[in-house]
């Protein structure tokens, strides 16, 4: 389980780059005028690698922040 855990944020990781290196920081701007939305967004592109850490380390906050980014990015979405 874990390991599904990690590629999941490993992908999440991946596609949030993608998005900044091809659009800069605006890169959701378009899609989620919201700009505490696109914060949150950019942000992933440390939240994500910092929670395949910590839940790979099978440590308690990395789930507890993988609950939390996961329902914010749902909410987000």
């Known amino acids: 389980m ?4 990690v590629v999941g944020f490993a992908d999440g990781t991946g596609d949030h780059l993608r998005w ?3 659009c800069g920081i605006h890169a959701y701007a378009r899609s989620y005028p919201q700009v505490p939305i696109q914060v949150f967004f950019v942000a992933l592109i440390v939240l994500d690698p910092l929670t395949m850490v910590l839940v790979g380390g099978v440590r308690r906050t ?3 922040l ?3 980014v996961m ?3 749902i909410a987000a979405n």
Not at 2 to 5: H, K, P, S
């Open 2 to 5: 874990v390991a599904v855990y």
């Open 20 to 22: 900044m290196t091809h």
């Open 62 to 64: 990395g789930i507890w």
């Open 66 to 68: 993988a609950i939390a």
């Open 71 to 73: 329902v914010l990015d």
